[in-house]
């Protein structure tokens, strides 16, 4: 029986060891456990071709090569004919022992290849006899322990078996990593080893595929994807590329897409485009009122509100929310008190929408009381609007349910009143279900001379947390406006910037 200190040094017999040369040609490999270093045969063969070999190989008796794996490769490199050797006289298992420990101990092996070593060599003594089984009596005289490993390795228990761990990592997943960067790092090998084996495959591909750049990133992304997999509730898109991933403040443009097409049929007919101010730098600059994007209505839809739910939106202007719902797959509810709006967004819709016309309803009629749906409770699915801005910075027309054209006092009343409606006819949410009935309000800033910004985004709060509304998330979308070319001047002088950016408040009821 082996010792365990010197279960490699000591053979089971006496051998008889030769120095010999032996032509190259001759001598075999069995397979390896790991792969040559061309800088290692490069740099052995500069010190042979100027030193000699000073170390011969090492052969067993059937010239199956033992020791010397890159010292071999730099003779051959070198052109040499033969090589000194030491044959020595070994089973096979102690060939591939000895093979082993000099790899441990001679070159730098990465993570994995180390890993596949000492597994190896354990499953070698074991055969051999002398491997303490697990649960084994640890005081069996000749017995290797993992801690009589550990010892020559010059390792804690603990670490040699951190250092096993990798072996245990699904061979495909080995063999991709084998050869990268990703293996010199033990304890991100350790945390590979620890996943799934479909996550580990994922992680492996993230990162030599280049989408990943660090270990960490491919192991959260990775279990990102498994963690969607296997909940009731998926994504079907691929969100992060239509919008990259939504933040707290984003820009959205009018891209020319076939969405802003038909929202332009609307939103740029001439009867339609008014003019916020005319005759600016000698009459070369008009501003119009400012038209909502595609892009961004079509984020508030997707994102927030329920496939196939009924979407409101009672401030509906020229129409980009209720287009945007429809184009999504979504039912649509549309109010205005400005009948040329309603009647054109009725025209496009009969022209270019192609599912069923009773997707959708129009009604030129107050936003604010909602009056065709008095009777109704727990009815929408969403509501996503923009008011027209708080005192008179955009008067819309002469009716006088009109509130652009109200004092801040009046105004406020409105908005109160339309939460009131809102909440009667809004779906509760359901969070434990992740069930969401957003209200959607998108909103600016005033300003009134001497009293300062009057904020919107507070006002509204203020008024829907009264009435029993919770603000569930809060969006900034930057605008690209032309006011600063104008005002720029002004602003310096009364010391504040230009407001370049709207409040998109969601709102949502739950359960008391």
């Not at 919008?243 to 820009?251: A, E, L």
Request: hydrophobic share 35%; charged share 30%; net charge neutral.
């Amino acid at each position: 029986m082996l010792a365990a200190a010197d279960v490699v040094a000591t053979p089971r017999r006496e051998k008889q060891v030769l120095v010999l040369e032996v032509p190259i040609k001759e001598i075999k490999q069995r397979f390896r456990l790991r792969s040559p270093k061309e800088e290692r045969i490069r740099e052995l063969a500069n010190s042979i071709e100027t030193v000699g070999l000073v170390n011969p190989i090492t052969i067993d008796q059937d010239n199956y090569l033992i020791a010397g794996f890159h010292r071999l490769h730099a003779c051959k490199l070198l052109g040499l004919k033969t090589v000194p050797v030491i044959r020595k006289d070994t089973t096979r298992e102690q060939n591939e022992l000895m093979e082993i420990d000099e790899n441990l101990k001679r070159i730098e092996l990465n993570k994995i290849e180390k890993a596949e070593h000492i597994v190896r060599r354990e499953e070698i003594l074991s055969k051999l006899g002398v491997r303490m089984r697990v649960g084994g009596n640890q005081h069996a005289s000749g017995m290797v322990t993992t801690k009589d490993l550990a010892d020559q390795m010059g390792m804690s228990p603990r670490i040699y078996r951190l250092n096993r761990q990798p072996a245990n990592i699904n061979e495909e997943v080995r063999d991709l990593l084998r050869e990268t960067e990703w293996a010199d790092n033990l304890m991100n090998m350790v945390k590979l080893e620890q996943q799934k084996e479909e996550v580990q495959l994922k992680i492996a591909n993230l990162l030599i595929t280049g989408k990943c750049h660090s270990f960490q990133r491919a192991l959260v992304e990775a279990n990102i994807q498994d963690y969607r997999k296997h909940k009731e509730y998926k994504i079907e898109f691929d969100m992060k590329e239509r919008w990259g991933i939504p933040h707290s403040i984003m820009r959205f443009s009018k891209a020319k897409k076939d969405l802003q097409q038909v929202c332009d049929l609307i939103a740029k007919d001439p009867e339609l485009e008014w003019i916020k101010r005319d005759g600016i730098h000698f009459g070369a600059t008009r501003i119009p009122v400012y038209g909502m994007a595609a892009d961004h209505a079509e984020f508030l839809v997707t994102y927030y509100t329920p496939e196939g739910g009924v979407v409101l939106d009672n401030f509906m202007g020229r129409g980009t929310n209720g287009v945007a719902s429809l184009w999504h797959g979504r039912k649509f509810i549309g109010y205005d008190i400005h009948k040329p709006n309603v009647d054109k967004i009725q025209e496009v819709l009969g022209q270019y929408y192609s599912g069923n016309k009773n997707d959708y309803q129009l009604f030129h009629s107050d936003g604010i009381e909602l009056a065709e749906f008095a009777d109704k409770e727990e009815y929408l699915d969403a509501v996503c609007t923009d008011p027209p801005y708080i005192l008179n910075n955009e008067r819309y027309s002469t009716d006088p349910r009109d509130i652009s054209s109200m004092n801040q006092e009046r105004y406020m009343e409105k908005v109160r009143r339309n939460f009131e409606n809102i909440y009667r006819l809004i779906k509760t949410s359901n969070f434990e279900e992740k069930r969401f009935y957003p209200v959607i309000f998108k909103v600016g800033t005033g300003r009134s001379g001497p009293e300062g910004i009057i904020d919107m985004d507070a006002a509204f709060q203020s008024v829907a947390k009264e009435v029993g509304f919770v603000l569930w998330d809060k969006v900034f979308n930057q605008l690209f406006s032309p006011w600063g070319a104008v005002n720029w001047e002004r602003n310096y002088i009364n010391k504040y910037v230009q407001k370049n950016y709207e409040v998109n408040l969601v709102f949502c009821k739950f359960k008391k």
